[in-house]
Protein backbone atom coordinates (compact mmCIF):
# COMPACT_ATOMS: atom_id res chain seq x y z
CA UNK A 1 0.00 0.00 0.00
CA UNK A 2 1.61 3.44 -0.90
CA UNK A 3 1.27 6.69 0.67
CA UNK A 4 0.63 9.86 -1.75
CA UNK A 5 1.91 13.34 -1.57
CA UNK A 6 -0.39 16.01 -2.75
CA UNK A 7 0.77 19.24 -3.58
CA UNK A 8 -2.50 21.70 -4.99
CA UNK A 9 -5.61 19.89 -3.52
CA UNK A 10 -7.65 22.83 -3.42
CA UNK A 11 -7.12 23.54 -7.06
CA UNK A 12 -9.61 22.31 -10.10
CA UNK A 13 -7.08 19.32 -10.79
CA UNK A 14 -6.20 18.58 -7.42
CA UNK A 15 -9.81 17.97 -5.98
CA UNK A 16 -10.59 15.79 -8.81
CA UNK A 17 -7.11 14.52 -8.03
CA UNK A 18 -7.88 13.61 -4.27
CA UNK A 19 -11.02 11.92 -4.93
CA UNK A 20 -9.74 9.41 -7.06
CA UNK A 21 -6.79 9.09 -5.01
CA UNK A 22 -9.31 8.28 -2.19
CA UNK A 23 -11.05 5.75 -4.13
CA UNK A 24 -8.48 3.73 -5.60
CA UNK A 25 -7.30 1.03 -3.41
CA UNK A 26 -2.97 1.40 -4.03
CA UNK A 27 -3.11 3.79 -1.44
CA UNK A 28 -3.41 3.74 1.98
CA UNK A 29 -2.34 7.39 2.90
CA UNK A 30 -3.07 10.68 1.22
CA UNK A 31 -1.10 13.66 3.23
CA UNK A 32 -2.61 16.82 1.38
CA UNK A 33 -0.24 20.19 2.09
CA UNK A 34 -2.60 22.75 2.56
CA UNK A 35 -2.36 26.35 3.80
CA UNK A 36 -5.84 25.48 6.16
CA UNK A 37 -7.63 22.35 6.43
CA UNK A 38 -9.95 21.46 3.50
CA UNK A 39 -13.59 19.92 3.71
CA UNK A 40 -12.95 16.64 3.17
CA UNK A 41 -13.32 13.50 5.57
CA UNK A 42 -11.70 10.14 5.15
CA UNK A 43 -9.75 8.02 6.76
CA UNK A 44 -6.99 7.95 4.31
CA UNK A 45 -6.41 11.77 4.69
CA UNK A 46 -4.12 13.72 6.82
CA UNK A 47 -3.65 17.39 6.50
CA UNK A 48 -0.20 19.11 6.42
CA UNK A 49 -0.62 22.57 6.69
CA UNK A 50 1.32 24.89 5.74
CA UNK A 51 2.58 28.77 4.27
CA UNK A 52 4.67 27.17 2.12
CA UNK A 53 7.59 30.02 2.42
CA UNK A 54 9.73 27.75 4.59
CA UNK A 55 9.94 24.06 3.01
CA UNK A 56 12.99 22.73 5.16
CA UNK A 57 11.37 22.33 7.89
CA UNK A 58 8.71 20.46 6.02
CA UNK A 59 11.20 17.81 4.50
CA UNK A 60 10.44 15.22 7.16
CA UNK A 61 6.64 15.48 5.85
CA UNK A 62 7.41 15.10 2.28
CA UNK A 63 8.19 11.53 2.32
CA UNK A 64 5.91 8.48 0.72
CA UNK A 65 5.95 6.87 -2.55
CA UNK A 66 4.23 9.24 -5.21
CA UNK A 67 4.01 12.93 -5.27
CA UNK A 68 1.57 14.99 -7.09
CA UNK A 69 2.19 18.47 -8.29
CA UNK A 70 -0.88 20.77 -9.26
CA UNK A 71 -0.67 24.17 -7.44
CA UNK A 72 -0.61 27.06 -9.78
CA UNK A 73 -1.50 30.76 -10.14
CA UNK A 74 -2.86 33.61 -12.16
CA UNK A 75 -1.05 37.12 -12.74
CA UNK A 76 -4.68 38.22 -11.30
CA UNK A 77 -4.20 36.53 -8.18
CA UNK A 78 -0.48 36.98 -7.91
CA UNK A 79 0.06 40.33 -9.81
CA UNK A 80 3.65 40.61 -8.27
CA UNK A 81 6.15 39.08 -10.75
CA UNK A 82 8.39 37.75 -7.67
CA UNK A 83 5.29 36.01 -5.78
CA UNK A 84 4.15 34.90 -9.11
CA UNK A 85 7.29 33.23 -10.00
CA UNK A 86 8.24 32.30 -6.20
CA UNK A 87 4.67 30.13 -7.08
CA UNK A 88 5.42 28.89 -10.49
CA UNK A 89 8.69 28.19 -10.52
CA UNK A 90 10.83 28.35 -6.90
CA UNK A 91 7.44 26.76 -5.55
CA UNK A 92 8.12 23.39 -7.68
CA UNK A 93 11.39 22.57 -7.99
CA UNK A 94 12.13 23.26 -4.38
CA UNK A 95 9.43 20.18 -3.07
CA UNK A 96 10.84 18.68 -6.56
CA UNK A 97 14.26 18.95 -4.55
CA UNK A 98 13.20 17.94 -0.95
CA UNK A 99 11.19 14.84 -2.61
CA UNK A 100 14.12 13.67 -4.34
CA UNK A 101 16.10 13.69 -1.55
CA UNK A 102 13.30 11.65 0.49
CA UNK A 103 13.49 8.95 -2.10
CA UNK A 104 10.36 9.59 -3.09
CA UNK A 105 9.72 7.44 -6.34
CA UNK A 106 7.36 9.38 -8.68
CA UNK A 107 6.70 12.77 -9.43
CA UNK A 108 3.87 13.62 -10.93
CA UNK A 109 3.83 17.71 -12.31
CA UNK A 110 0.74 19.41 -14.04
CA UNK A 111 2.21 21.36 -16.56
CA UNK A 112 0.45 22.72 -19.47
CA UNK A 113 0.55 22.36 -23.63
CA UNK A 114 3.59 23.82 -25.51
CA UNK A 115 5.73 24.58 -21.91
CA UNK A 116 9.49 25.61 -22.97
CA UNK A 117 12.12 27.73 -21.02
CA UNK A 118 12.68 29.61 -23.63
CA UNK A 119 9.47 30.98 -24.37
CA UNK A 120 9.07 34.53 -23.95
CA UNK A 121 5.91 34.72 -21.46
CA UNK A 122 6.70 33.93 -18.11
CA UNK A 123 4.00 30.98 -17.53
CA UNK A 124 5.15 28.83 -20.27
CA UNK A 125 8.88 29.63 -19.71
CA UNK A 126 8.22 28.92 -16.12
CA UNK A 127 6.92 25.62 -16.73
CA UNK A 128 9.45 24.79 -19.38
CA UNK A 129 11.94 25.47 -16.53
CA UNK A 130 10.32 23.45 -14.20
CA UNK A 131 10.12 20.44 -16.59
CA UNK A 132 13.83 20.69 -17.09
CA UNK A 133 14.55 20.63 -13.38
CA UNK A 134 12.50 17.50 -12.88
CA UNK A 135 13.97 15.98 -15.58
CA UNK A 136 18.01 16.74 -14.27
CA UNK A 137 16.48 15.27 -10.77
CA UNK A 138 16.06 11.30 -12.67
CA UNK A 139 13.29 10.51 -10.55
CA UNK A 140 12.36 6.14 -10.39
CA UNK A 141 9.41 7.34 -12.23
CA UNK A 142 8.54 10.66 -14.16
CA UNK A 143 5.07 12.05 -15.51
CA UNK A 144 4.96 15.78 -16.72
CA UNK A 145 1.61 16.06 -18.01
CA UNK A 146 0.90 18.86 -20.51
CA UNK A 147 -2.98 19.49 -20.57
CA UNK A 148 -4.75 21.90 -22.76
CA UNK A 149 -7.42 24.38 -21.66
CA UNK A 150 -9.11 22.35 -18.82
CA UNK A 151 -12.72 21.48 -18.53
CA UNK A 152 -14.61 21.24 -15.04
CA UNK A 153 -16.26 23.61 -12.24
CA UNK A 154 -13.81 26.49 -11.31
CA UNK A 155 -14.56 28.36 -7.92
CA UNK A 156 -12.99 31.61 -9.74
CA UNK A 157 -14.44 32.91 -12.57
CA UNK A 158 -11.91 33.63 -15.59
CA UNK A 159 -13.56 35.44 -18.48
CA UNK A 160 -11.01 35.29 -21.09
CA UNK A 161 -10.06 31.42 -20.39
CA UNK A 162 -14.31 30.68 -20.66
CA UNK A 163 -14.55 32.43 -23.79
CA UNK A 164 -11.56 30.22 -25.32
CA UNK A 165 -12.70 27.17 -23.97
CA UNK A 166 -16.09 28.00 -26.07
CA UNK A 167 -14.51 28.42 -28.47
CA UNK A 168 -12.21 25.12 -28.78
CA UNK A 169 -15.03 23.18 -28.02
CA UNK A 170 -16.69 24.15 -31.25
CA UNK A 171 -13.23 24.12 -33.04
CA UNK A 172 -13.01 20.47 -31.27
CA UNK A 173 -14.10 18.20 -34.23
CA UNK A 174 -11.79 19.88 -36.50
CA UNK A 175 -8.25 19.47 -34.65
CA UNK A 176 -6.75 16.64 -36.59
CA UNK A 177 -3.04 15.56 -36.08
CA UNK A 178 -0.38 17.82 -34.38
CA UNK A 179 -3.85 19.98 -33.23
CA UNK A 180 -5.37 17.21 -31.39
CA UNK A 181 -2.69 18.66 -28.52
CA UNK A 182 -4.95 21.74 -28.51
CA UNK A 183 -8.44 20.07 -27.57
CA UNK A 184 -10.10 21.36 -24.32
CA UNK A 185 -9.37 17.95 -21.64
CA UNK A 186 -11.42 17.85 -18.58
CA UNK A 187 -9.72 17.53 -14.93
CA UNK A 188 -11.15 13.98 -14.25
CA UNK A 189 -9.27 12.63 -17.35
CA UNK A 190 -6.08 14.85 -16.34
CA UNK A 191 -6.23 13.07 -12.75
CA UNK A 192 -7.18 9.80 -13.49
CA UNK A 193 -3.78 9.79 -15.81
CA UNK A 194 -1.90 11.49 -13.00
CA UNK A 195 -2.62 8.14 -10.89
CA UNK A 196 -1.97 5.77 -13.56
CA UNK A 197 1.71 7.45 -14.84
CA UNK A 198 1.92 6.80 -11.19
CA UNK A 199 1.68 3.47 -11.21
CA UNK A 200 3.59 2.69 -14.64
CA UNK A 201 7.23 2.24 -14.97
CA UNK A 202 7.43 4.05 -18.11
CA UNK A 203 10.31 6.03 -20.03
CA UNK A 204 8.36 8.45 -21.30
CA UNK A 205 8.52 11.31 -19.38
CA UNK A 206 5.99 14.07 -20.64
CA UNK A 207 2.82 13.64 -22.28
CA UNK A 208 0.79 16.20 -24.08
CA UNK A 209 -2.60 16.66 -24.15
CA UNK A 210 -3.95 14.07 -26.43
CA UNK A 211 -1.33 11.62 -25.00
CA UNK A 212 -3.43 12.06 -21.35
CA UNK A 213 -6.80 11.11 -22.93
CA UNK A 214 -5.13 7.86 -24.31
CA UNK A 215 -4.84 6.59 -20.42
CA UNK A 216 -8.81 6.79 -20.47
CA UNK A 217 -9.45 4.73 -23.41
CA UNK A 218 -8.34 1.52 -22.33
Do not use: W
Not at 80 to 105: C, F
Not at 126 to 151: D, Q, T, W, Y
Not at 168 to 195: D, E, N, Q
Request: hydrophobic share 40%; glycine share 6%.
Amino acid sequence: MKTALVFGSSGLVGQQLVQQLIQNNSYQKIKLFVRKKLNIQNPKIEFIETKFDNLEILSSEIKGDDCFFCIGTTKKNSPEKSEYQRVELELPKKIANLAKQNEVQSFIFVSSGYANSKSSGDYLRFKGLVEEELISLKFNNLGILRPSFLLGNRKEKRIGEKIGIIIFKMLSPFMVGPLKRMKPIHVKTVASAMIKIAQLEIKQSIFESDEIVKFNED
